[in-house]
């Protein structure tokens, strides 16, 4: 996991995204999602993706759990989640989530 504070996010998605396909496809997609207080997303156990997640909280709050860290994410943060690590949220605010994943095609 790695947690970009809200003042540096725009440049920093810039650096983070250095994702090279060893087939030269690579797939990008893009999702807004919005989540209760209370809720632990997913609701046991963890979550896997074979693709990079890059995550803007767009507001709200979470505490994510993500490779063996916990980290408490706010409205302007940004996260990157890389590809095979195992990580949850639990929503501590209403929150709005916009998320870009990135992997081989």
Known sequence: M?????ILATEALLNLVD?????????CQTLVSSFAAGLRVPEDGFSVHDVTEI???LSGSFDLESGGEIARLSEGDLVMVPPGEPHFFHVRADTRIFTLTIGDA
């Open 2 to 6: 790695k947690v970009v504070p809200a």
């Open 19 to 27: 994702h090279k396909s060893a087939r030269g496809n690579v797939r």
């Open 55 to 57: 995550s803007l909280i």
